[in-house]
């Protein structure tokens, strides 16, 4: 559901050498992070995600410039502007996210609390939507 998601704060520790940000599964992330990916290499108007997990918990964090995180739970749209790395949003399973409107130099680091599984997704919008209706 989009009232689960919530944008959150990193840990950051800056001084003059720059700073560091860190995160600990279960304690700045609410899950045991079992995979990390991440998107780079975005053209100007690429769309990314466009699926929703069936289980899949995730956070999505943007290490380098900007995108918009476009969440959708069948009720309600929300959009998000990731812009900065110690910034988390926190996608609980279920919500439909589109990612777009990426910067150039974007980096979308995701951590997520399960391995990869196809299974687990819905790639299909309109699948998507009827398996809202099912519930
Ligand atoms: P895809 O799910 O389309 O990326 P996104 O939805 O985040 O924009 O992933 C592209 C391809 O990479 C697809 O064939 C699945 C594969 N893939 C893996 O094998 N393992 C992974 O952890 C991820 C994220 C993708």
Redesign the pocket.
């Known amino acids: 559901m989009l009232k689960d998601c919530y944008l959150f704060s990193l840990p950051q520790i800056t001084d003059t050498r720059g700073s560091v940000t860190f995160m600990e599964g279960q304690r700045h992330i609410p899950f045991d992070i079992k ?1 990390v ?1 991440y ?1 780079y290499g975005m053209q100007e108007n690429t769309q ?4 929703a997990h069936k289980k899949l918990k995730q956070v999505l964090i943007a290490l380098s410039g900007r995108f918009t995180v476009k969440l959708d739970d069948g009720k309600e749209i929300k959009e998000y502007t990731l812009s900065h790395p110690s910034e988390g949003l926190y996608v609980a399973p279920g919500v439909w996210r589109e990612l777009q409107d990426f910067s150039s130099h974007a980096i979308c680091l995701a951590l997520t609390s399960e391995l ?1 599984d196809e299974e687990d997704y819905f790639r299909d919008y309109a699948a998507y939507r009827a398996s809202l209706e099912k519930r």
């Open positions: 995979r990916y998107l990314r995600g466009a699926h990869y």
